[in-house]
């Protein structure tokens, strides 16, 4: 069963704009995770936030997670074309749970 | 280090043919990983290996699915007998140490079964 939904699940932005991505999910894990997919490629790791973090950010990308909403989301500042992709927030369990739990993505385009 | 490696890229067979999906994880990684993705389910965990030995099975979807790790630089993912559901993209991925670090993907394999 899908544990992660992101919203929206499209968007389309112009380049240089910010593009904003939410995740929420259902229980309760160690830690969240994003990951890039480009068309017909594999998935990419962006960045990991733990269960006992708010905020991280590494480059153009900050992700947030507020684990009393089951909630997270992911900024990109200053799109680039290439930043075209679909993103994908995933979670893992608490009780030693190692696989992931991948939510059906974001789609985000962004406009040169 | 070439990253996880996945063969073959695409696979096109006939309902009822045998198909075997192969994965080569990154060196020193001690988890092994395999999902699936289709449009309707999205990235779904198939099963997954610790050390060569296998932890879940919990999401392969049907005893025609089998999956192995002879040793710590190769698995396989085989169906038995294919069927037409069976069609989307199977992804590898390995792992080293705990689940703080993240997971490696390899390219994938295409699979469309006819």
Sequence with gaps: SQQGEEDPQALSIQEGENATMNCSYKTSINNLQWYRQNSGRGLVHLILIRSNEREKHSGRLRVTLDTSKKSSSLLITASRAADTASYFCATDGRGGADGLTFGKGTHLIIQP | ?114
């Design chain 2, 1 to 114: 280090d070439a990253g996880v490696i996945q063969s073959p890229r695409h696979e096109v067979t006939e309902m009822g043919q045998e198909v075997t999906l192969r994965c080569k994880p990154i060196s020193g990684h001690d988890y092994l990983f395999w999902y699936r993705q289709t449009m309707m389910r999205g990235l779904e965990l198939l099963i997954y290996f610790n050390n060569n030995v296998p932890i879940d099975d919990s999401g392969m979807p049907e005893d025609r699915f089998s999956a192995k790790m002879p040793n710590a630089s190769f698995s396989t993912l085989k169906i038995q007998p294919s069927e037409p559901r069976d069609s989307a993209v199977y992804f590898c991925a390995s792992r080293e140490g705990s689940s703080y670090n993240e997971q490696f993907f390899g390219p994938g394999t295409r699979l469309t079964v006819l």
